[in-house]
């Protein structure tokens, strides 16, 4: 067995040495900016939302709501006292608004995404996606039934009624039954589903997701009309 000369020894200590530093180096860096990374704002990650929750006052129609700031999609809205619409984003299931901790999950923009895309107004005529599937959807069905997450179906719709390539989910036997409208991913947006309900009697509530939230069908709007029902302003 050959035995390293001391001068070997002190060579192979040095190097196990800097290695030590250098790894310490490298993870207190990684440290470091995964600091600035959550603390450094939204221009980290070019977002436009905002930290701050304190409660803008805004009008739509004869509906007056107080809305905290971070759940206020754009800059320009957050500023305005009255709108004809208002655009609002969650992040399900917990409903909260932009934060530094949740920074991440505000910029998802995948098929994964867990954000709601909610807009408020007051149309002359208010429509949920229930009365819909009789009027209209159900006009268009073609081919066999999907079976859909969570005991929901889904018909194709006719490529010749205008809704070509969308699927319409919605949960049988039921009075007013939870209909979506999903739109199949293409170049630019993968694949979303959208909702109308209404709130407090006159608000047309509509609601944007990706379809993996489908199975959380159950809850979503009563969870979104809980939270958004807190806005209004008696």
Request: with cysteine; aromatic share 12%; net charge positive.
């Given at each position: 067995m050959?035995?390293?000369?001391p ?12 290695i030590?530093?250098a790894?310490l180096i490298a993870?207190?860096?990684l ?9 450094s704002?939204p ?10 929750t304190s409660?803008?006052?805004?009008t ?20 305005a ?8 984003v969650?992040?399900?299931p ?17 098929e994964?995404s867990s ?11 208010l ?18 039934p ?6 929901l ?7 010749a009624s205008?809704?070509?390539?969308e ?6 036997e ?27 009697g006159n ?6 997701f ?6 959380d ?7 979104l009309l ?5 806005f209004?302003?008696?």
């Open positions: 050959q035995h390293q000369t001068e070997e020894q002190g060579s192979t200590q040095r190097w196990i040495f800097f030590l530093i790894g993870i207190t860096f440290y470091v900016l995964s600091r600035v990374f959550e603390y704002g221009s980290l990650i070019n977002s436009p939302y905002s930290f701050e409660p803008r006052q805004i739509i129609g004869d509906r007056r709501l107080s809305v905290p700031e971070n759940v206020i999609r754009s800059a320009e809205q957050r500023t006292k009255t709108l004809k619409q208002l655009d609002l969650f992040l399900w917990s409903m909260e608004g932009f934060s530094r901790e949740k920074q991440v999950a505000f910029s998802d923009a995948t994964a954000l709601l895309f909610v807009s408020l107004s007051q149309p002359r005529e429509l949920q996606s229930s009365e819909r599937l009789f009027s209209v959807y159900s006009q268009f069905f073609t081919g066999t999907i079976k859909g997450p969570a005991a179906i889904g018909f194709e719709m006719d490529k205008g809704f070509g390539g699927i319409i989910y919605f949960k049988p039921a009075n007013e039954p939870f209909v979506a409208r999903c739109i199949a991913s293409n170049d630019k947006e993968p694949a979303f589903c959208m909702r109308e309900i209404t709130l407090g608000l047309q509530v509509s609601y944007r990706r379809p993996h939230l489908l199975k069908w159950k809850r979503l709007d009563a969870t809980g939270r958004l029902s807190k209004l302003v008696p």
